[in-house]
């Protein structure tokens, strides 16, 4: 049964522990973009806007930082940078209720940088503990919990703070990332396989070595598909709004995260599936009709799922690829590569999006967010086609000589 490769790997020992805190600690994660937002608003008194500045600031911060923090995970383990990221977003989020605008803004780089890295953590850890044959199985799991964490995160944090208030929601991040960072130090996860900690260890092997032009494409091809997410999210938002429904938004997100969820569910249990170039194109391409239905809103969420049907794939299947290109020496700051291309597409994607939406129609904000998903798949493709023919080449010269 397709489902046993599930329970085959949740029989490897220290994978369900390191999965489930894991799991744990990205749920406060996602829930800290809307829960800065209400409070910014309802209780700053500032608009949408030097909100989403405070979001962009944490965002840049979190893709600048996460390369390095990979290196010093590389380079000291994994305790010692838990232990300060940890310190340090648990600080912040109980200092946030208590800042002025500007003092939050400043502070938001900084904390975006030092962020715990929770996705790179889980995927470090689950390529220390689980055989080469069954690494999609877990890359796909890893999605799978990470679509659900979206699902309740932010809905538990919201309610703290229309219930409670934006103090008590803020508040309680910053416990929830002391005591679950505090957690993942003391269980301390191996981020090196067996066979990788006997070896005799290594000098870092220098970057040109292993940032290749297949690495480099794979992570263009990332920052694509989170452009046509964080494209396809505001191009649905601006449908709902246009057609009076935005009261449906959740329902549509869930949809949208039960297809992803179901997608990874299938990519990780059958014995083979497309690679990243792929399912990327995939997830570009279906996007782009999605225009044409704008409403009722439960027919835009049919039209969205084979497209998300594609996503937790797509992720499972870049970080599966990243992990088989780069040496066990700089997996951390590989990683960390990883987190800033995704970062560098939500960043990109929802300015370029929302001038489309704005300058057309909602519509079009689709066929935008799978265009341009398309160009980043395209630049991809031609790095890889030019490392090949370069290979070639020289392995031509080398039967010459």
Request: glycine fraction near 10%.
């Amino acid at each position: 049964m397709p489902l046993q490769r599930y329970v085959r790997l949740l029989r490897i020992k220290g994978v369900p522990s390191s999965m489930l805190l894991l799991f744990l600690i990205r749920l406060p994660m996602t829930a800290t973009g809307i829960t800065l937002t209400l409070h910014v608003v309802s209780e700053l008194g500032r608009g949408y806007g030097a909100a989403g500045l405070v979001g962009t600031a944490t965002t840049a911060g979190a893709a600048l930082g996460a390369p390095m923090v990979g290196r010093l995970i590389d380079r000291h383990g994994l305790r010692p940078v838990v232990a300060v990221c940890g310190t340090v977003s648990c600080g912040y989020w109980l200092c946030t209720p208590y800042l002025p605008y500007e003092m939050l803004l400043a502070a938001a780089l900084v904390a975006g940088a030092l962020v715990v890295p929770a996705s790179s953590i889980s995927r470090q850890v689950l390529t220390a503990l689980v055989p080469e044959g069954q690494r999609r199985t877990a890359y796909s799991l890893d999605m799978v919990l990470l679509e659900t964490s979206f699902m309740v995160g932010p809905a538990a944090w919201i309610a703290l703070t229309t219930q409670l208030s934006s103090t008590v929601a803020l508040t309680s991040l910053g416990v929830a990332f002391g005591l679950l960072s505090l957690l993942l130090y003391v269980q301390d996860p191996p981020i090196r396989s067996t066979a990788e900690t006997v070896l005799p260890r290594q000098p870092r092997p220098p970057a040109r070595s292993w940032l290749s032009g297949p690495l480099v494409a794979t992570l263009l091809v990332a920052a694509g598909a989170l452009f046509v997410l964080v494209g396809t999210e505001l191009a649905a938002l601006a449908t709902l709004r246009a057609s009076g429904e935005v009261g449906w938004t959740g329902a549509l997100i869930t949809v949208m995260c039960v297809a992803s969820l179901a997608g990874g569910l299938v990519h990780g249990a059958v014995p083979r599936s497309l690679p990243q170039l792929p399912l990327m194109v995939l997830l570009a391409v279906l996007v782009i009709p999605v225009g044409l239905v704008a409403q009722p809103w439960w027919l835009l969420a049919l039209a969205l799922v084979p497209m998300n049907f594609a996503c937790a794939p797509t992720l499972a299947a870049t970080t599966e690829e990243v992990s088989r290109l780069v040496p066990a020496g700089v997996r951390g700051e590989a990683m960390g590569l990883q987190d800033a291309a995704a970062k560098t597409g939500l960043a990109l994607g929802s300015p370029f999006v929302g001038f489309v939406i704005d300058n057309t129609g909602p519509g079009w904000g689709f066929a935008a967010a799978g265009l341009g998903g398309l160009g980043f798949a395209v630049v991809g493709l031609l790095l890889r086609g030019r490392q090949r023919r370069t290979r070639a080449t020289e392995a031509a010269r080398v039967s010459q000589a």
